[in-house]
């Protein structure tokens, strides 16, 4: 099983910038797929932002599109999420979510399909 450490969290007023790192350990990081989610009070954990295990493909979620970058370094085995021009709709908390399947040839889009995940890290935009 996998293990998920998120750092980065923070608060910031609306149009700064955090960013989010994953890191990873328990299995070897390269060979799978990784994911950002969020889930703000009485809300259901939704998606952010995914990359493949080769860091080829990558999906956002349309309400960060453009804002949001997700980057990972296989050497060192994290992700991590760039956070540009944040509003307060963007607080939250933040997971990182590591797929398990090997190699995989889609990117997952829903909390569901990922069974490891982080501890999760706080993000608060004030207006």
């Known amino acids: 099983q996998v293990q998920l450490v998120e750092s980065g969290g923070g608060l910031v007023q609306a149009g700064g910038s955090l960013r989010l790192s994953c890191a990873a350990s328990?299995?070897?990081?390269?060979?799978?797929?990784m994911a950002w989610f969020r889930q703000a009070p009485g809300k259901e954990r939704e998606f952010v932002a995914a990359?493949?295990?080769?860091?080829?493909?990558?999906y956002y979620a349309d309400s960060v599109k453009g804002r949001f970058t997700i980057s990972r370094d296989n050497a060192k085995n994290t992700v991590s999420l760039q956070m540009n021009t944040l509003k307060p709709e963007d607080t939250a908390v933040y997971y990182c979510?590591?797929?398990?399947?090997?190699?995989?040839?889609?990117?997952?889009?829903?909390?569901?399909?990922?069974?490891?995940w982080g501890q999760g890290t706080q993000v608060t935009v004030s207006s």
């Open positions: 990359i493949s295990w080769s860091g080829g493909s990558i």
């Open positions: 328990g299995r070897t990081f390269s060979k799978y797929a």
């Open positions: 979510a590591a797929d398990d399947w090997l190699y995989g040839t889609r990117l997952r889009l829903t909390s569901a399909e990922y069974r490891d």
